[in-house]
């Protein structure tokens, strides 16, 4: 019985690797269909639950700046139908998700104080689409259930002392260990690609920096680094400070091709 569950298991890692936008591998388990769903699921019931904001120049701002970031896409996301709503939340926010959903924060629009820093968290959460997180997230989550239930079977049958202490440890092994980890190296990867995607845009690359500033002074007190699912903000300006180089040099190429967003 073991031996079947390990052969499917390993079987299903097998079928769902890929690799990230930045030579990663990940194993995602789950269809393009079926995160869409899921995706539009959620947004849908966001709007529902949570107040729209509805004022013409603050929609028309965030759209302007999400469609130059949109255009530079790859092929298979910039041709898809992108949903673009502000929400009246005064957390310093946005987020996207699969299926062409973005959600931005009115409490984001005094934190990003221009095109640029906006372009830059709207490139970040996009980033997390087209790297597939959620996917990626989805399916660790599949597989640390299967594991642990694996486990309370394995101990069941061989009659294992002090298994609630045991799997206890489990969980806290597998949440300090593995999930706040994976999220920062997600975190990370997108600031990599939201990055390079804005500069293709067309926006300032150094903007960036000045947003994780804005950002670190507009939170408070935070927890240590390895306990959260976040890069600290200093390792973040450092991670994009050193990625800096790479990205003016596209930013000057879109600027040569034309590409001057004017959001305002």
């Known amino acids: 019985m073991k031996k079947l569950i390990l052969a499917l298991s390993v079987a299903a890692v097998i079928a769902g690797c890929k690799t990230s936008p930045t030579g990663r591998t990940q194993v995602t388990l789950y269809s393009d269909a079926q995160m869409s769903q899921l995706g539009g699921a959620s947004f849908e019931q966001m709007k529902k639950e949570q107040k729209v904001n509805t004022d013409s120049r603050t929609n028309a701002y965030v759209q302007c700046v999400a469609d130059a970031v949109i255009q530079v896409l790859p092929a298979k996301y910039a041709q898809q139908k992108w949903e673009v709503v502000v929400?009246?939340?005064?957390?310093?926010?946005a987020f996207a998700l699969p299926g062409g959903h973005i959600g931005v924060h009115t409490g984001l629009l005094k934190v990003a104080q221009n095109q640029d820093?906006?372009?830059?968290?709207?490139?970040?959460?996009?980033?997390?689409?087209?790297?597939?997180?959620?996917?990626?997230?989805?399916?660790?989550?599949?597989?640390?259930?299967t594991g642990m239930q694996i486990g309370a079977v394995a101990m069941d049958m061989g009659e294992i002392g002090y298994r609630?202490?045991?799997?206890?440890?489990?969980?806290?092994?597998?949440?300090?260990?593995?999930?706040?980890?994976?999220?920062?190296?997600?975190?990370?990867?997108?600031?990599?690609?939201g990055l390079e995607l804005m500069a293709k845009a067309g926006f300032e690359p150094q903007q960036s920096v000045a947003l994780w500033q804005n950002m670190a002074k507009s939170g408070g007190a935070t927890p240590p680094e390895f306990l959260s699912t976040h890069p600290a903000p200093t390792s973040r300006i450092n991670d994009l400070q050193k990625r800096m180089q790479a990205a003016n040099a596209l930013y000057q190429q879109a600027r040569s091709q034309g590409k001057r967003p004017q959001c305002r």
Do not use: C, K, W
């Not at 929400?87 to 926010?93: L, P, R, V």
């Not at 999220?183 to 690609?193: G, L």
């Open 87 to 93: 929400f009246e939340e005064d957390s310093a926010n």
């Open 117 to 145: 820093q906006l372009a830059t968290v709207i490139g970040h959460e996009v980033g997390h689409v087209i790297a597939e997180h959620s996917n990626e997230r989805a399916s660790q989550s599949q597989m640390l259930q």
């Open 164 to 193: 609630n202490e045991i799997m206890a440890a489990l969980g806290l092994g597998a949440q300090y260990g593995v999930i706040l980890p994976f999220s920062r190296t997600h975190e990370s990867e997108a600031d990599e690609v």
